[in-house]
């Protein structure tokens, strides 16, 4: 059925009333637009675009909305690609896969293999900083060569107590230490950890 | 005898070879005159004594009688060295069985351990020299593959215990991190002294016997090991009669000032050993740090004195402050020490701290901050100190 230019302006208004609600109040005259509207694919595609107008207008519209027939993009791709990059057929098949040997996984101590799981590879670097061996009691500086007056006290540990793990940071709420203070710490701090260093390195070469 | 090879040894230290032989032949002459010498050796001895010059002087003139005076104190310093091989032979057997009891045995004992000025720490260790019978059998085709079981246990303040299982030692600290390492033994129960070959020690060495005593009720043999030269403490071993365990370790300085002391209070051999096997094999154990071996750049500097029979045994990097310090292990058996070397100087520039047998002692030399850690006198880490030197760039 072709229609007349004049014909189609006054189908796309009708259209447009449709979906305003603004429909004539002639029965028979709106069922007959509806069975065209259905019927007539050019009508479709007017009837999208109107809605996509009024959504832009609206300020409601998507993005995706845009990307008009996502549906049909889709379903072509997935019919040409394939997305797995392997034909189907070079699946191995079920009876020829190896089955991990479970008498082999067992060692014949199976808590040590789960210990070797769950040791730590640490380089030598920074060994010394993970342990706390020795217990230094009562460390003092001894004076040496040195004019300066301002001995560096240090805190002493009570015996039995084990001391910090080494390299730790200053306690928060602690009042800022001053550039003195800090140097001195890290000096004590170096110390602590070579004593540790020293005691773990006897333990890990005994002979 | 025994106190003649004290002397003899002091006397070794002075370093007059010549005067330690003759003073020897005296005291052995003092200690056995009626059945090893004769009258007339005697006379012979002391108009030998004044002076050797002398004697040569008179060798042309009375050959006959001076033939004698020279063959008797050779004949007798032929014997004094017989008798002190024989002693030291002893001494270095008794050490070895020992070393041996130490590491077979099952025992348990309580003993207690105390550094000069501190207070003392008591434990209870527990030994299982074999866990299964195929150990047993390795050990004595001499393979070095331990399989001894062993359990410290801290008996005051927290209560630490230190487990020793396949080799592998675990630390258990209610106050701080738990952790395992490689190592087939629990230091902490007897010092690095105990676990040697001392026939290969006996280059550096000398081992004493002192006679017999009585310690944790038991009767045991006192051995002194001390140094040749005097760059190094000493340790006094009691060693018990029957089982050759160490019942008691002194560590005395070259004042002969006791600086640390292991003894032993009780000594169980009948404790249960399958609950204590049940206790370690059940165990969880904490993680197991492992190493791996990294090379470090002390290459760049080298230890131009070393005390006799020390050896690098590691050479690693630490890392401190987001910079590394260069760090080498050396020891010669019985005592060990570390040399650290950092690029951050130290103020004062000298530093010393001493805790029963450790010294602690850091200088700078060369814009580099050097520490040295270790169980040896300060005099023997000053001059450690003193020779290090930058290798000149090839």
């Given at each position: 059925?072709?229609?007349?230019?004049?014909?189609?302006?006054?189908?796309?208004?009708?259209?447009?009333?449709?979906?305003?609600?603004?429909?004539?109040?002639?029965?028979?005259?709106?069922?007959?637009?509806?069975?065209?509207?259905?019927?007539?694919?050019?009508?479709?595609?007017?009837?999208?675009?109107?809605?996509?107008?009024?959504?832009?207008?609206?300020?409601?519209?998507?993005?995706?909305?845009?990307?008009?027939?996502?549906?049909?993009?889709?379903?072509?791709?997935?019919?040409?690609?394939?997305?797995?990059?392997?034909?189907?057929?070079?699946?191995?098949?079920?009876?020829?896969?190896?089955?991990?040997?479970?008498?082999?996984?067992?060692?014949?101590?199976?808590?040590?293999?789960?210990?070797?799981?769950?040791?730590?590879?640490?380089?030598?670097?920074?060994?010394?900083?993970?342990?706390?061996?020795a217990i230094i009691a009562g460390v003092q500086y001894h004076q040496g060569?040195?004019?300066?007056?301002?001995?560096?006290?240090l805190?002493t540990?009570?015996?039995?107590?084990?001391?910090?793990?080494?390299?730790?940071?200053?306690?928060?709420?602690?009042?800022?230490?001053?550039?003195?203070?800090?140097?001195?710490?890290?000096?004590?701090?170096?110390i602590?950890?070579l004593v540790?260093?020293y005691?773990?390195?006897?333990?890990?070469?005994?002979? | 005898?025994?106190?003649?090879?004290?002397?003899?040894?002091?006397?070794?230290?002075?370093?007059?070879?010549?005067?330690?032989?003759?003073?020897?032949?005296?005291?052995?002459?003092?200690?056995?005159?009626?059945?090893?010498?004769?009258?007339?050796?005697?006379?012979?001895?002391?108009?030998?004594?004044?002076?050797?010059?002398?004697?040569?002087?008179?060798?042309?003139?009375?050959?006959?009688?001076?033939?004698?005076?020279?063959?008797?104190?050779?004949?007798?310093?032929?014997?004094?060295?017989?008798?002190?091989?024989?002693?030291?032979?002893?001494?270095?057997?008794?050490?070895?069985?020992?070393?041996?009891?130490?590491?077979?045995?099952?025992?348990?004992?309580?003993?207690?351990?105390?550094d000069k000025n501190q207070?003392?720490?008591?434990?209870?260790?527990?030994?299982?020299?074999?866990?299964?019978?195929?150990?047993?059998?390795?050990?004595?085709?001499?393979?070095?593959?331990?399989?001894?079981?062993?359990?410290?246990?801290?008996?005051?303040?927290?209560?630490?215990?230190?487990?020793?299982?396949?080799?592998?030692?675990?630390?258990?600290?209610?106050?701080?991190?738990?952790?395992?390492?490689?190592?087939?033994?629990?230091?902490?129960?007897?010092?690095?002294?105990?676990?040697?070959?001392?026939?290969?020690?006996?280059?550096?060495?000398?081992?004493?016997?002192?006679?017999?005593?009585?310690?944790?009720?038991?009767?045991?043999?006192?051995?002194?090991?001390?140094?040749?030269?005097?760059?190094r403490y000493?340790?006094?071993?009691?060693?018990?009669?029957?089982?050759?365990?160490?019942?008691?370790?002194?560590l005395i300085d070259l004042n002969?000032e006791l600086l640390q002391?292991?003894?032993?209070?009780?000594?169980?051999?009948?404790?249960?050993?399958?609950?204590?096997?049940?206790?370690?094999?059940?165990?969880?154990?904490?993680?197991?740090?492992?190493?791996?071996?990294?090379?470090?750049?002390?290459?760049?500097?080298?230890?131009?004195?070393?005390?006799?029979?020390?050896?690098?045994?590691?050479?690693?990097?630490?890392?401190?402050?987001?910079?590394?310090?260069?760090?080498?292990?050396?020891?010669?058996?019985?005592f060990?020490f570390?040399?650290?070397?950092?690029?951050?100087?130290?103020?004062?520039?000298n530093q010393l701290i001493q805790q029963g047998g450790r010294t602690i002692f850091s200088t700078?030399?060369?814009?580099?901050?050097?520490i040295i850690i270790g169980n040896l006198p300060l005099t023997t880490i000053e001059?450690?100190a003193?020779?290090?030197?930058?290798?000149?760039?090839?």
């Amino acid at each position: 059925m072709q229609l007349t230019m004049q014909e189609e302006q006054k189908q796309n208004e009708t259209l447009s009333s449709l979906m305003d609600g603004e429909l004539i109040n002639d029965k028979f005259t709106d069922d007959r637009f509806l069975q065209t509207i259905t019927e007539d694919e050019r009508l479709h595609a007017c009837w999208h675009r109107y809605h996509i107008a009024r959504d832009a207008m609206q300020g409601n519209l998507h993005s995706c909305s845009l990307t008009l027939d996502i549906e049909s993009a889709v379903a072509q791709s997935i019919a040409n690609d394939n997305l797995y990059g392997v034909p189907a057929t070079d699946q191995p098949a079920i009876a020829n896969v190896e089955m991990p040997n479970l008498n082999s996984l067992k060692s014949p101590n199976l808590f040590w293999a789960h210990l070797k799981e769950m040791a730590i590879r640490t380089s030598q670097v920074g060994l010394a900083a993970c342990v706390t061996l020795a217990i230094i009691a009562g460390v003092q500086y001894h004076q040496g060569q040195s004019n300066d007056s301002h001995a560096p006290i240090l805190n002493t540990v009570p015996i039995g107590v084990n001391v910090a793990p080494v390299g730790g940071i200053a306690q928060p709420g602690e009042q800022q230490p001053s550039e003195q203070q800090l140097f001195e710490k890290r000096q004590y701090d170096k110390i602590r950890l070579l004593v540790q260093d020293y005691e773990l390195q006897k333990r890990l070469n005994t002979h | 005898m025994n106190l003649f090879v004290i002397i003899n040894n002091r006397l070794s230290h002075k370093g007059a070879d010549k005067n330690r032989l003759i003073i020897g032949q005296r005291l052995i002459n003092l200690f056995f005159p009626p059945y090893f010498t004769n009258h007339n050796r005697l006379n012979h001895i002391t108009t030998y004594q004044p002076n050797q010059n002398k004697v040569a002087k008179t060798l042309p003139r009375k050959q006959g009688k001076t033939l004698l005076t020279l063959f008797f104190p050779l004949l007798s310093l032929l014997f004094s060295s017989v008798c002190l091989a024989t002693d030291t032979d002893d001494a270095i057997n008794l050490l070895n069985k020992m070393n041996n009891a130490v590491q077979t045995q099952n025992y348990q004992i309580n003993f207690i351990t105390q550094d000069k000025n501190q207070y003392v720490t008591t434990f209870e260790y527990s030994h299982i020299g074999a866990t299964t019978p195929e150990s047993l059998i390795h050990r004595n085709s001499n393979v070095k593959n331990n399989d001894a079981a062993a359990h410290l246990l801290y008996l005051e303040g927290p209560a630490k215990e230190i487990i020793l299982h396949h080799n592998i030692t675990s630390y258990f600290q209610p106050d701080s991190a738990s952790f395992s390492i490689t190592s087939p033994r629990i230091v902490e129960a007897f010092p690095d002294v105990i676990y040697n070959d001392f026939k290969q020690l006996a280059n550096t060495y000398d081992f004493i016997l002192l006679g017999k005593t009585r310690t944790a009720n038991r009767s045991v043999q006192l051995i002194r090991i001390i140094a040749k030269d005097k760059d190094r403490y000493n340790y006094v071993v009691w060693i018990d009669d029957e089982t050759y365990l160490p019942l008691r370790i002194d560590l005395i300085d070259l004042n002969n000032e006791l600086l640390q002391q292991m003894k032993v209070v009780e000594f169980n051999q009948n404790f249960d050993k399958k609950k204590l096997l049940n206790y370690i094999d059940n165990r969880t154990y904490p993680i197991l740090l492992a190493i791996e071996k990294k090379n470090n750049n002390l290459d760049e500097w080298q230890l131009t004195w070393l005390p006799t029979g020390f050896k690098e045994i590691a050479a690693y990097n630490i890392s401190f402050y987001n910079s590394d310090i260069a760090t080498k292990l050396f020891s010669d058996g019985v005592f060990s020490f570390t040399v650290n070397i950092s690029d951050e100087q130290t103020t004062p520039t000298n530093q010393l701290i001493q805790q029963g047998g450790r010294t602690i002692f850091s200088t700078n030399l060369n814009k580099k901050n050097i520490i040295i850690i270790g169980n040896l006198p300060l005099t023997t880490i000053e001059r450690i100190a003193q020779n290090i030197t930058e290798k000149s760039p090839s």
